[in-house]
């Protein structure tokens, strides 16, 4: 994933929805710095969830591994 698909896919989304349930609003400044963590933590290719066992998460809907394609229904 590229940086600018981050910032699209991912950050800004999230951004849209804590702002609107009254969370600060969206800021250059905070996309820079969530940004660079993320790109610090992971260089944004390992972005997996890992579970109790120690190992990847199963496939959630769409491909993705996520933290919710671990959680019970």
Same mark, same amino acid.
């Given at each position: 994933? @590229? ?32 940004? @660079? ?37």
């Amino acid at each position: 994933m @590229t940086p600018r698909q981050f910032k699209i896919e991912i950050l800004l989304p999230g951004l849209h929805v804590l702002h609107g349930i009254g969370g600060p609003p969206i800021r250059d400044a905070a996309l820079q710095m969530l940004l @660079t963590i993320a790109l610090q933590e992971s260089a944004l290719e390992h972005r997996a969830q890992v579970i109790a066992s120690g190992n990847p998460a199963p496939r959630g809907a769409g491909g993705s591994s996520s933290a919710r394609a671990a959680w019970p229904a």
